[in-house]
């Protein structure tokens, strides 16, 4: 599955270059992968719930046109992988249809006190299933 | 006792007007008010430790004078009032001799649960002795 | 009129005592008094587009009860007072029917370099038309 | 030239799992390589006086140890790469001698509309000079 989570900038996400700042967009795929989670029926705070987290391990983001106070975009995310312990969320920022930014993040499954735990079997099915690529 | 905290503009407090965005000053008034409690030898660290936190209750602040990126500006705190339960600490901002703002923040001593507590004795004695016009 | 933004909290906007971050209210006012003015249709980018900003002068905030990662909040917002230069916003945030925090901002008109200007009377009418308690 | 900017965690740069939300250490790169310009005599505000700025195109980081509230961090800053119209910087983000996290940011020189320039002779001398590794 892919979702296109719709953002309306915000005033304090832009600087003193009059664009958004290249900060705002990790906080916005953020928010997209959260939203991912939901449609999947698997929301973040059920499995905050569990005692585990998907900790950020890594992140990649390439910018290619600037977005602006008073846009409305939107960000397409899917999930690229899922193995026992990690995940791999793609992105693609979008204003219309011209691309803004592009990205990736990985996680890592922990539990409450970061240690890192396999994604219990339940949740891998169901992750999986919702894979982009899967059928 | 008052605390002068030198803060160097980031970027990314910035916003489209050019100028620091109103929502980081909040940010830096914190940062402000745990060096304060740094100083007098009572780390936020330590007092979190014991289970405690000063949650905020109450936020004012006035905007003179904009601040800008490349800005090295001071953040004067001092404790203006220390009851049984809860802290009000005062601010000024500064650019040089320049005022950019003032503000106030109260806080209320709460367990881990967010639960109001009282301050115990020993910590609103540490705290009093260093009250902004205490003697 | 009285315009009601909901928003999703987002996970950065939490901090390590578990619920969301003090500052992060500051940043929703905004969001909700940038979408109160698209309501009334007076799009802040068209204020800005006349060489005008209403620059933040004045905070204050009360906080109630904490908001939490998941929760979905509504800002309810209105214009409190319309001068001729100057503008104020009340707010309350709510989650359901539960009132987390309630404030205010004062804006004062500026020109694109930061000097107090009058507003244009054909926005004054618009805004004060639509001011809380006018009829 | 190798330049090590501490940082001083700020409360509101945590989230709710208890450590460093990952967006936070995309805010501190900037501000080292902020510094990292101050430090070689060539202060970004200069730059933009020049009606020239460094836009972030390409961003990435690699989280390997969390950091916290209360922790004194210390970011490892240098230049990679200059060529005619792109810088590549990288860093370390250090507590004490443990690895907190490793990045890089490529930035394209623009003019104040955003397109895209070539870096002044004179900056690519200053800023090559400087390059790790150069002598």
């Known amino acids: 599955m892919t979702v296109r989570l719709p953002i309306a900038v915000r005033y304090a996400e832009t ?4 664009v958004v700042h290249h900060s705002s967009y990790v906080v916005w795929l953020e928010a997209a992968r959260v939203e991912w989670l939901e449609q999947i029926g698997l929301p973040y705070t059920q499995i905050e719930a569990q005692g585990l987290a998907f900790a950020v391990v890594e992140l990649g983001l390439i910018y290619r046109n600037p977005a602006r106070f008073g846009d409305r975009v939107e960000i397409e995310t899917w999930l690229a992988e899922c193995t026992s312990r990690t995940l791999r969320y793609e ?7 011209r691309l803004l ?11 409450a006190r970061g240690k890192a735990q396999r994604i219990p079997q339940a949740m891998v099915q169901v992750l999986s299933a919702q894979r982009h690529g899967s059928s």
């Open 15 to 18: 600087d003193a270059m009059g």
């Open 91 to 97: 992105y693609r920022v979008w204003k219309d249809d």
């Open 101 to 111: 930014a592009e990205g990736f993040t990985r996680h890592l499954c922990q539990d």
